[in-house]
């Protein structure tokens, strides 16, 4: 029986984790990926609920699929991932898609194969399974990993912060530290089996521990995997502003393995607008931790996330977010737009901004970010810097991708047996989101 399946992935790390996972379970089942979505027996859409438009971007896919189904019933829809986890819109889309077959959620996804039994054996026409908190969630499942070379590896799930705009404590549910034998073990079985690079996974990495009882933290964490054999380079993500101290950046400056970047989203510069997100830390705060990180290592890298047009936003708070990108001069950055999102209590505020001035506040945000990181790039012309390989360029065929230790994309000439290997490149170019040179 050779079976089929189309997976296609939105949203964070998280989720194209997951569907690595969610795809080894696949195969061990005896299904094949493929990428052409009208040939697939199963088609399985993991979703993200973060924005609109990512849950938009999922009924355009499914109106799209309806006629694929209509036309042979014997094709199986799944859709799992964030946007089932919230009741209301798993309803909405049993409503308009009710062809769909099988839903499953971000706490059930080891379940996988007992669902797939019920629907092709037991012949059921819809299965659902979602659990809103899962504290025995397998992690220990067939992974279908992307790469040879890096690995992401989960430290943590949920989240326990009910940022005032955000749904993902709502749909990927409480705060929960894995058991650091397990996650020691699983990055050793990694150095031993060639994989150079690992991304430790989490809503909130540096919240690590905090759930559980015993002294145990992130910088631990990172001491004790930066002695695993074969690991040449750590990164991890999201760090959580609220959580950064001097034991944490003294952990990455002492770690030679841990890369010297840190994702710390800010979501805005203005004191009032972090309060009425519940971020818990002030503009003077995240300042501190800036100068803090940047006066232990010299060369690190600071990228983040910023919200423009949250609710109330005004004039003046806006043009504290744009000094405080000034002042920081951030590497990289990921902008959003203001989206209200369903349960969470921003959304349920009356000051919401309106849409032209949510637009036209980003715009000016971008102008003012792109020369930022341009001039951050630039100074990395003339110097000679280690780049892992990644893969082939998307644009350019004879050139490779890789990232620099401080995460920098970097374009170059080269061959496609050098991908999983640490190279040096001598930087001659410099643009706004990579730098570009040659093989020394
Ligand atoms: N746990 C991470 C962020 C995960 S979500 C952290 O707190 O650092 C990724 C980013 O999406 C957030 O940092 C935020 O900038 C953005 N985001 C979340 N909810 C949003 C919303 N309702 N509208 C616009 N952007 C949002
Ligand atoms: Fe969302 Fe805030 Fe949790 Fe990040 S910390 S996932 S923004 S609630
Ligand atoms: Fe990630 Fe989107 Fe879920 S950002 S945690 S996939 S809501």
Known sequence: MNRQFYIETFGCQMNEYDSEKISGLLNSQGYMETTLRDEADL??????????????????????????????????????????????????????????????GTNTYDQLPELLYDIEQKKKKKVI??????DNLKEEVPKSRKFSHKAFVNIMYGCNNFCSYCVVPYTRGRERSRDRQEIIEEVIALGLTGYKEITLLGQNVNSYGNDIDDRYQFPDLLR?????????????????????????????????????QIHLPVQSGSTKVLQEMNRKYSREQYLEFVRMAKAEISDISIS?????GFPGETEDDFNDTLSLV??????????????????TTAGKRTDQIDDKI?????????????????????????????????????????????????????????????????????????RTWYIEGTIV
Do not use: W
Request: charged share 30%.
């Open 326 to 343: 000034e002042e920081v001069q951030f590497d990289s950055a990921f902008t959003f737009i203001y989206s209200i999102r369903p349960g």
């Open 358 to 430: 949510k637009h036209e506040r980003f715009d000016r945000l971008l102008k003012k970010l792109y020369p930022i990181f341009e001039a951050n790039n630039l100074q990395y012309i003339g110097r000679t810097v280690a780049v892992l390989v990644d893969d082939v360029s998307k644009n350019k065929e004879t050139y490779l991708t890789g990232r620099t230790e401080s995460g920098k994309l970097v374009h170059f000439v080269g061959d496609n047996d050098l991908i999983g290997q640490i190279v040096n490149v001598r930087i001659e170019k410099a």
């Open 224 to 260: 004790d995997l930066n002695k695993v054999e074969g690991i040449e380079r750590i990164r991890f993500i999201s760090s959580h502003p609220k959580d950064v101290n001097l034991e944490f950046i003294k952990a990455i400056k002492e770690c030679n393995k841990v890369c010297s």
């Open 43 to 104: 088609i399985i859409f993991n979703t993200c609920l973060i924005r609109e438009n990512a849950e938009n971007r999922l009924y355009g896919n499914l109106g799209e699929v309806k006629r694929l189904k209509l036309a042979n019933k014997e094709k199986i829809v799944a859709v799992c991932g964030c946007m089932p986890q919230n009741q209301k819109v798993r309803e909405k889309m049993l409503k308009m898609y009710p062809f769909v077959d099988l839903i499953f």
């Open 304 to 308: 983040t996330d910023i919200i423009t």
């Open 129 to 134: 399974s979602i659990v809103e908190n899962s």
